[in-house]
């Protein structure tokens, strides 16, 4: 026969539950936003997160690890809370856009490279070669007018006969 109180009497503070989730919650939102701009692809660095931290935060309960039901859901509940808020914030305010969408840098353009840019993206011309082959089907910097990398991490190549 179950404990019905054990479960649902949560064991720390509810508190300290909703404090450890924000903490780790940011903490991971700044590294994959700031560190892995080209490892996101299509995929929004952000919903990943959101869903492996609630996999994470709900599978005590569903395994009858933890104590208690209560402190799963409200971290849960925590995860989806700062999601929303920083979706939100960043699509109310313009100032903060940058929380949720990495500016494009422009690689290419005007018959050069743009190497600060390219340092930031962590791209090597060979790289970018590889990019413009598979994007564009070129292998010839003279025939492309830009190369961005978009905020998704994705690589937009724009020919010259297209600009």
Request: glycine content about 6%.
């Amino acid at each position: 026969m179950p404990d019905w109180s054990a479960m649902f009497t949560p064991e720390l503070s509810l508190f300290e539950v909703i404090a450890r989730g924000t903490i780790m919650y940011l903490f991971l939102f700044a590294v994959m936003r700031f560190l892995l701009k080209r490892e996101g692809g299509q995929v929004n660095i952000a919903d990943i997160l959101v869903v492996v931290a609630v996999v994470d935060g709900a599978q005590p309960a569903f395994s009858g690890d933890a104590q208690s039901i209560t402190e799963s859901a409200v971290f849960v509940l925590t995860i989806l809370f700062w999601s929303w808020l920083l979706n939100w914030a960043s699509f109310r305010f313009e100032r903060l856009k940058f929380l949720t969408a990495a500016p494009p840098l422009t690689l290419f353009e005007n018959g050069k490279l743009n190497r600060q840019n390219m340092r930031k993206a962590l791209m090597s011309q060979e790289e970018l070669m590889q990019q413009v082959r598979e994007e564009g089907g070129l292998d010839d910097l003279k025939q492309i007018d830009r190369i961005t990398m978009e905020g998704d991490g994705e690589v937009t190549v724009i020919k010259k006969e297209d600009a």
